[in-house]
């Protein structure tokens, strides 16, 4: 299989991630994994009209997700997954092994988050899970865009 990039970014696909990231990766599938999209209509019909032509978008529930990748179905693609949340991405990484980085891109504002980069705010919650992820050996870095320089996660929270 090949994963070129984990990703999350609460808008999901956009300038960003449809067109610099796809490109810059050569991917040819984005698969967004979210249980909260799978009952949003309008969001999902959003991201199929953000999707560079030329690239299959594939939408399913994390534990859906979690079964395709697991069950080889997606090895044929060069792949881009994409999760809303690092409780989203958590959960998939705890189930898929080859799930071994994780780029955080765009992370909402929120009274209870705290801004430790430009786009990424974090809450205690996924402090606490993005430190579950390091113990168990996954890379976490905050990375905008390609040609950014990509920071590691311990040196900013």
């Known amino acids: ?3 070129k990039l984990v990703r999350v970014d609460h808008r999901l696909i956009h300038g960003q991630v449809g067109f610099t990231w796809t490109k810059f990766l050569q991917t040819n599938c984005i698969l ?3 249980d909260t999209i799978m009952q949003d209509p309008l969001k999902m019909t959003a991201m199929k009209m953000a999707v560079p032509t030329g690239v299959k978008l594939v939408m399913k529930s994390i534990d859906d ?3 395709a990748l697991n069950s080889g179905v997606t090895d044929k693609y060069s792949l881009l997954i994409l999760c809303e949340s690092i409780e989203d991405v958590a959960k998939l990484a705890s189930q ?5 980085e ?3 891109g765009g ?3 929120g009274a209870d988050r705290k801004q430790v980069s430009k786009s990424v705010h974090l809450s205690a919650d996924d ?3 993005i430190q579950q992820l390091l113990k168990t050996g996954v890379d976490l870095t905050v990375q905008m865009v390609p040609d950014e320089q ?3 996660i311990r040196k900013l929270i």
Do not use: C, F, G, T
């Not at 898929?96 to 071994?100: A, E, G, M, T």
């Open 65 to 67: 997700s979690i079964a």
């Open 1 to 3: 299989m090949s994963i």
């Open 32 to 34: 967004i994994a979210s």
């Open 150 to 152: 990509a920071v590691d």
């Open 107 to 109: 992370m909402k504002d």
């Open 127 to 129: 402090i606490e899970l």
């Open 96 to 100: 898929v092994p080859l799930i071994k």
């Open 102 to 104: 994780i780029n955080l």
